[in-house]
């Protein structure tokens, strides 16, 4: 579904990503993991175009989008939750979701996926009138990940969503991000710190180091792996 080949990124003169290559499949659940200012963060903003790679290539379902616009990548099937959530504070939960169907003109369908995303999280529907800035920071979690769907990714791209929540808001977060994979076939790309959590919710994982990618596996070998463990999951 993404082919990521040989991607170099660029902040003026900084290099964060040095010929970075991977893959993902429609379906898979696939992480990204490594220290702060590894480039994860990056990789992802060089997917929807936000900081767009200087060199390499990016295919998505075949077409290149590397050189793209994010709204039309976006417009193409897929979306970002940016690292601490960014939701719009002033507006409410509603119209925070409204925000994430701005490229949708299909009425009726929005209707449904409001609904939807009120039964995976009941707790927005009750709060649908209120700001989004005085949620709790897993509420807003939730309203982040669920705009980011009213735009009906195929994929989704999600960036630490666990920093800074509480660990039983954290695991009903990536339960629900299970859920959105099996139930609706959202292919996921999980850029995370915590490895641990991260690769016990993959299928997959990469490992970055220094803006390289260093390791590739199934996420259980590299959960099992010595120098993952050592330097990742503090064991
Ligand atoms: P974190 O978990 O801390 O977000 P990360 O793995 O996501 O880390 P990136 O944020 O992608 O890492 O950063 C990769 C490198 O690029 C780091 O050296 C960082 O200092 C640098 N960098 C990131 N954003 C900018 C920016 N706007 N301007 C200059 N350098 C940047």
Redesign the pocket.
Known sequence: MLKLQNIETF??N?Q?LKSISMDIAEGEIVTLI?A???????TLMSISGVVPPRAGEILFQDQPIHGLPPNTIVSMGISQVP?GRRIFPYLTVLENLDMGAFLRDDKDEIKNDIAYIFELFPILAERRNQPGGTLSGGEQQMLAISRALMARPRLLLLD?PSLGLAPLVVKRIFDIVRKINTENNTTVFL?E?NANLALKTAHRGYV?EN?RIIMADAADKLLANEDVRKAYLGI
């Open positions: 902040y003026g900084i964060a490594g702060n200012g590894a480039g994860k963060s990056t690292e630490e850029v710190q970055m803006g």
